[in-house]
C-alpha cells in the first residue's frame, strides 16, 4: 500500500509540478544538435526560462558525434550571455549525424560566425563524466533532465560504475539525485519516430530501467506547432536563432518548423499541467526503434495531450524563441 502510495506521489509529480515555488528547476539539456533545428529553438527558449528566473541551466551535452554540434550549443549559450554553461559530448558507439537541410547549413554558418570555446565536438569533455560531476553536486531529487535528441548519454550514465568522481553507480546516482526525466521522443500509441530509432538499443535499455518517472513529448505534439516564421520576418540582425530559421524555414518549411524540442523542454521547466493533460502508461521499444504505448495508471511513464489551444501553445513557443539577451 505504501509503494502505491509512494507511485501516486510521483507521478503527481509529473503531472502537477511547477517547480518555481521552490525557486528555479535545475535542468540538464541533452541535444543532438545538427540533424533537425527544432534543437536551436528549444534551446533559446530555455535561456529565455533562464533570464526569467525559472530555470537553472546545469549543462548543455550532446547525444550526437557531429564535429559542429558542441560548438552550435555554445554559440547560442554565448549569444545568451551564458558561455560558462559546462558543454560536453557522448563518446563510444554513438550517431555522427549533420543537418539534413541543404543550402546553406546552419551548423557551419553558426560556428563561422558566432564566439563559441570549443573547436569541434570531440574536443568537449566526455559526457558521462560531466553527468556524474554535476548530479554529484546537487541536492537531493532535484535535477531534470530533459533529452531531445538521442538516449546515448543516459544509458552510458546508468550503466557507469563508481569512479573517482563518485563512489556512487550511475543508478544509484540517478535514484538519489535525478526528480524526472522530461524527453522528446517515441510517438504515441504507436510510431517509428528519430530520437528513438537512431540509437534503439540506448532507447530500449532505458525505458526499461531507467528509475524515476519519465514524461515523454510524442511525434504528435510537435509535429502539430509550427513556429519560427515570426522569427524570420523580424528583421532581427546578428542573432544565431533567426538566422539558423531563415537559412532552414523559407526553403523547407514555409509554414514554420515542427515544435518538438520546444515543448518537451517547456513543460520539462514549468510542468504540463498548464499546456497539456498527460497519460499514464509504459512505453516498449522494439528492436527496430519503433514503439508502442499501454495505458497504465500505475505506469512509471506518461505522456504529453493536447490542452491548451494549438494557436495558443504556439504563439507562447514561438514568444520565448523571440527573447533577446538581457543586457548584464
Ligand atoms: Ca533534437
Same mark, same amino acid.
Given at each position: 500500500m505504501k509503494n502505491y502510495f509512494l507511485l501516486f506521489s510521483l507521478l503527481l509529480c509529473i503531472a502537477c509540478s511547477n517547480n518555481r515555488t521552490n525557486g528555479a528547476v535545475n535542468l540538464i539539456f541533452d541535444t543532438d544538435?545538427?540533424? $533537425?533545428?527544432d534543437d536551436v529553438g528549444a534551446l533559446a527558449l530555455l535561456h529565455a526560462l533562464a533570464d526569467s528566473g525559472e530555470v537553472n541551466i546545469l549543462a548543455t551535452v550532446s547525444s550526437?558525434?557531429?564535429?559542429t554540434a558542441v560548438p552550435c550549443i555554445e554559440v547560442i549559450n554565448t549569444y545568451f550571455g551564458?558561455? $560558462?554553461?559546462p558543454t560536453a559530448a557522448v563518446r563510444g558507439e554513438a550517431a555522427d549525424r549533420t543537418t539534413w537541410h541543404s543550402g546553406l547549413r546552419w551548423t557551419e554558418e553558426l560556428p563561422k560566425k558566432y564566439p563559441h570555446r570549443t573547436k569541434a565536438t570531440a574536443d568537449s569533455e566526455d559526457a558521462l563524466k560531466l553527468y556524474r560531476r554535476i548530479l554529484s553536486q546537487q541536492p537531493d531529487k532535484s535535477v531534470t533532465i530533459v533529452t531531445v535528441g538521442f538516449f546515448s548519454n543516459l544509458q552510458n550514465l546508468l550503466l557507469s560504475q563508481a569512479d573517482e568522481i563518485s563512489p556512487l553507480s550511475g543508478k544509484e546516482l540517478i535514484d538519489k539525485k535525478v526528480k524526472q526525466l522530461v524527453s522528446m521522443a517515441g510517438a504515441f500509441p504507436e510510431g517509428k519516430e528519430f530520437n528513438v530509432y537512431v540509437d534503439a538499443k540506448a532507447s530500449q535499455y532505458i525505458m526499461k530501467e531507467w528509475p524515476t518517472p519519465i514524461l515523454f513529448s510524442g511525434f504528435e505534439i510537435g509535429s502539430q506547432i509550427f513556429t519560427g516564421k515570426r522569427l524570420v520576418e523580424s528583421g532581427i540582425k546578428n542573432n544565431p536563432i533567426v538566422d539558423t530559421y531563415t537559412m532552414c524555414l523559407q526553403q523547407d518549411d514555409p509554414k514554420g518548423r515542427d515544435s518538438w524540442d520546444q515543448t518537451a523542454t517547456l513543460v520539462a521547466v514549468r510542468g504540463a499541467s498548464k499546456y497539456f493533460d498527460v497519460e499514464y502508461g509504459t512505453i516498449t521499444v522494439n528492436d527496430d526503434g519503433s514503439n508502442t504505448w499501454k495505458k497504465d495508471p500505475n505506469g512509471q511513464h506518461a505522456h504529453l495531450i493536447f490542452k491548451m489551444p494549438k494557436e495558443q501553445l504556439t504563439a507562447e513557443i514561438e514568444h520565448l524563441m523571440m527573447h533577446l539577451p538581457q543586457k548584464k
Amino acid at each position: 500500500m505504501k509503494n502505491y502510495f509512494l507511485l501516486f506521489s510521483l507521478l503527481l509529480c509529473i503531472a502537477c509540478s511547477n517547480n518555481r515555488t521552490n525557486g528555479a528547476v535545475n535542468l540538464i539539456f541533452d541535444t543532438d544538435m545538427a540533424p $533537425d533545428y527544432d534543437d536551436v529553438g528549444a534551446l533559446a527558449l530555455l535561456h529565455a526560462l533562464a533570464d526569467s528566473g525559472e530555470v537553472n541551466i546545469l549543462a548543455t551535452v550532446s547525444s550526437n558525434k557531429c564535429p559542429t554540434a558542441v560548438p552550435c550549443i555554445e554559440v547560442i549559450n554565448t549569444y545568451f550571455g551564458r558561455p $560558462d554553461i559546462p558543454t560536453a559530448a557522448v563518446r563510444g558507439e554513438a550517431a555522427d549525424r549533420t543537418t539534413w537541410h541543404s543550402g546553406l547549413r546552419w551548423t557551419e554558418e553558426l560556428p563561422k560566425k558566432y564566439p563559441h570555446r570549443t573547436k569541434a565536438t570531440a574536443d568537449s569533455e566526455d559526457a558521462l563524466k560531466l553527468y556524474r560531476r554535476i548530479l554529484s553536486q546537487q541536492p537531493d531529487k532535484s535535477v531534470t533532465i530533459v533529452t531531445v535528441g538521442f538516449f546515448s548519454n543516459l544509458q552510458n550514465l546508468l550503466l557507469s560504475q563508481a569512479d573517482e568522481i563518485s563512489p556512487l553507480s550511475g543508478k544509484e546516482l540517478i535514484d538519489k539525485k535525478v526528480k524526472q526525466l522530461v524527453s522528446m521522443a517515441g510517438a504515441f500509441p504507436e510510431g517509428k519516430e528519430f530520437n528513438v530509432y537512431v540509437d534503439a538499443k540506448a532507447s530500449q535499455y532505458i525505458m526499461k530501467e531507467w528509475p524515476t518517472p519519465i514524461l515523454f513529448s510524442g511525434f504528435e505534439i510537435g509535429s502539430q506547432i509550427f513556429t519560427g516564421k515570426r522569427l524570420v520576418e523580424s528583421g532581427i540582425k546578428n542573432n544565431p536563432i533567426v538566422d539558423t530559421y531563415t537559412m532552414c524555414l523559407q526553403q523547407d518549411d514555409p509554414k514554420g518548423r515542427d515544435s518538438w524540442d520546444q515543448t518537451a523542454t517547456l513543460v520539462a521547466v514549468r510542468g504540463a499541467s498548464k499546456y497539456f493533460d498527460v497519460e499514464y502508461g509504459t512505453i516498449t521499444v522494439n528492436d527496430d526503434g519503433s514503439n508502442t504505448w499501454k495505458k497504465d495508471p500505475n505506469g512509471q511513464h506518461a505522456h504529453l495531450i493536447f490542452k491548451m489551444p494549438k494557436e495558443q501553445l504556439t504563439a507562447e513557443i514561438e514568444h520565448l524563441m523571440m527573447h533577446l539577451p538581457q543586457k548584464k
